[in-house]
């Protein structure tokens, strides 16, 4: 009797972490954000998650949004910049922007680039 007791519990407990675990994602934040945009379009935040730096040369308004303390104006006038002045030579030159300046440029440097990642297919 005790065995079929201890059985019983088990069973119960199995189904209720099934039932549980069926409204949780299975997937990390990054991946998720990989899951709705598609490999090829991820989002900006699930980039800088996995290490990888926006291209300032590249990127739409809204992912440039999400550099540190780049909102909706600012990313707007970045993208206006690079329309009328070609791409940026350096980060650094995202200073000639009117509201972003050294103390800016601190901020986002570590998660901007104007660089493209390198391919490995040749």
Same mark, same amino acid.
């Given at each position: 009797?005790?065995?079929?007791?201890? /059985?019983?519990? %088990?069973?119960?407990?199995?189904?209720?972490?099934?039932? %549980?675990?069926?409204?949780?994602?299975?997937? /990390?934040?990054?991946?998720?954000?990989?899951?709705?945009?598609?490999?090829?379009?991820?989002?900006?935040?699930?980039?800088? %998650?996995?290490?990888?730096?926006?291209?300032?040369?590249?990127?739409?308004? *809204? *992912?440039?949004?999400?550099?540190?303390?780049?909102? $909706?104006? %600012?990313?707007?006038?970045?993208? *206006?910049?690079?329309?009328?002045?070609? $791409?940026?030579?350096?980060?650094?030159?995202?200073?000639?922007?009117?509201?972003?300046? *050294?103390?800016?440029?601190?901020?986002?440097?570590?998660?901007?680039?104007? /660089?493209? $990642?390198?391919?490995?297919?040749?």
């Amino acid at each position: 009797m005790n065995q079929f007791i201890t /059985s019983f519990v %088990l069973v119960a407990v199995i189904f209720l972490a099934a039932f %549980l675990a069926k409204d949780t994602p299975r997937t /990390s934040a990054p991946a998720r954000a990989f899951a709705v945009e598609g490999v090829s379009a991820a989002t900006a935040q699930g980039r800088i %998650l996995l290490g990888q730096k926006i291209n300032i040369n590249t990127a739409t308004a *809204e *992912e440039l949004e999400q550099l540190p303390g780049i909102g $909706p104006a %600012l990313a707007k006038k970045i993208v *206006e910049y690079r329309e009328v002045h070609g $791409p940026f030579a350096s980060i650094e030159d995202i200073v000639n922007i009117d509201g972003i300046g *050294e103390k800016m440029l601190k901020r986002i440097a570590p998660d901007a680039t104007i /660089s493209q $990642p390198a391919s490995n297919y040749h």
